[in-house]
């Protein structure tokens, strides 16, 4: 039995289902999950020896690659001066003013300690500003396991929300009504049925969560004209897009100016961070400056703002996001291609340095019923085939993949042998 396979036995008797966090247990695709030991540039290293190139980049946040020196050493100079004050410290000033100066939809902005407490929070200031109950949030996009965000379609898009974990009750969800990605013409008819109730529009401006979806044209420009129209509040939830598509986010790289934001994973530098901010008059209506409660005992940690600040500073470099993208593209051309030269249907998608590779004669993949849709057997299959050989994909087909600039040539040359041959296994 490997270290691995030991350590998941043991984990098993006191943590759920021996993880911390549901996808890593390897539910979606059998098997039992890797246990790491470090990580650094491009690569993971699990307990038993073996080195994987990583595409998750701890869900998003090693943009830099793992255990970048600028960020490493940051921590350690900020850990020398305390862990936590619980009281204002300078680098929470620099962080505002840094986010405010990349993201300018952003005028003023809240750190939390994750992506659910900054949508959540999002979510709350929302209601509090409109004085309105309802939402509305797009099927396959998630927010975060807040209650009022666990919540998939009924039957039809105007019926009211389902929660879909125990737990959540069904009154609270009532408020929370979703619509396809991508399909205007449903968020129209909303709209124009309930649109006066409506607080918000949560949207993932690229969609993350349900492999990678990227928004239709004009999708993203109608949600702005709605919330307009109908004097509903648009939140683009950036805590996966926020400087992974562009600097500015998706924000910037598709230029539609939301009134809130939500941000994560990447201004943390892989400490635990969130934060939601947008336009001032809204943001002024946060405790306590206004009646809208939200507070939080780590919130601007030190240790985290001294991450966050080193990594934004990284990746504000010139070149960064070129390069990013560029072998983004290099490795989603390389799958297509070998995919194509193998007879394997694939569809990909790209935007920056976020991508998607669904197993479907699909030429696009524009939604979650399309998504679901897909050959996830195959996927299950790819993803261990790849794993035996060294590289490390999202367990579940319903994951965008990371690539971050420490990823060399040879690594995505290898990455595009390795899935060539399980490409032939496949078809085997
Ligand atoms: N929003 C989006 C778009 C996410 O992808 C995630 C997590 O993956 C969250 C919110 C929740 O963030 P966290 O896991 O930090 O609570």
Redesign the pocket.
């Known amino acids: 039995m490997s270290k691995s396979e030991q350590l998941f036995q043991q984990a098993q008797k006191t943590i759920p289902g021996g993880v911390n966090s549901p996808v890593r247990a390897f539910k979606s695709v059998g098997g039992t999950p890797v246990f790491i030991d470090s990580a650094n540039g491009a690569y993971l290293y699990d307990v038993d020896g073996k080195k994987y190139i990583d595409y998750i980049g701890s869900?998003g946040p090693m943009l830099l690659g793992h255990n970048h020196p600028a960020i490493r050493e940051a921590v350690i100079k900020a850990a020398e001066k305390g862990l936590s004050f619980g009281a204002p410290c300078p680098a929470e000033i620099t962080m505002a003013e840094t986010i405010c100066e990349l993201v300018p939809s952003m005028e003023m902005v809240r750190m939390v300690s994750?992506?659910?407490e900054a949508?959540m929070s999002a979510i709350r200031l929302a209601r509090g500003f409109t004085g309105r109950n309802s939402i509305l949030k797009f099927e396959g996009c998630?927010?975060?396991h807040a209650d009022s965000l666990l919540v998939k379609a009924g039957s039809g898009a105007l019926t009211l929300g389902v929660p879909n974990s125990p737990g959540v009750p069904a009154d609270f969800a009532k408020y929370t009504l979703t619509a396809e990605f991508n399909n205007l013409e449903q968020v129209k008819q909303i709209f124009a049925e309930q649109g006066a109730d409506l607080a918000c529009i949560i949207v993932?401006p690229v969609a993350?969560?349900m492999n990678c979806i990227p928004p239709a044209p004009g999708f993203l420009e109608g949600l702005r004209a709605l919330c307009d129209q109908y004097g509903a509040v648009l939140i683009f939830?950036e805590?996966?897009t926020g400087f992974r598509v562009a600097l500015g986010g998706a924000q910037a790289y598709y230029n539609i100016k939301p009134d809130l934001t939500?941000l994560?994973k990447i201004i943390g530098g892989g400490m635990p961070v969130?934060a939601f901010g947008g336009r001032r008059d809204i943001m002024q209506h946060i405790a306590p400056l206004g009646g809208v409660y939200q507070a939080g005992t780590l919130s601007g940690n030190p240790i985290a703002m001294a991450a966050g600040l080193a990594a934004l500073t990284e990746i504000r470099k010139p070149g960064v996001y070129d390069l990013l993208t560029a072998k983004t593209t290099q490795l989603i051309e390389g799958l297509a291609a070998v995919a194509k030269e193998v007879g394997i249907p694939l569809a990909t998608t790209q935007v920056g340095g976020m991508f998607g590779v669904f197993f479907s004669n699909e030429a696009q993949i524009t939604n979650y019923q399309q998504a679901t849709q897909c050959d996830i057997a195959a996927f299950k299959r790819f993803f261990h085939l790849m794993l035996e050989q060294g590289v490390y994909l999202a367990p579940s087909a319903y994951e965008a993949g990371f690539l971050s600039i420490a990823h060399s040539d040879e690594d995505l040359a290898y990455t595009i042998a390795a899935a060539k041959k399980a490409f032939i296994q496949l078809k085997a």
Do not use: C, K, P, R
């Open positions: 869900w994750s992506g659910t949508t998630y927010h975060g993932e993350g969560n939830d805590v996966m939500t994560g969130g």
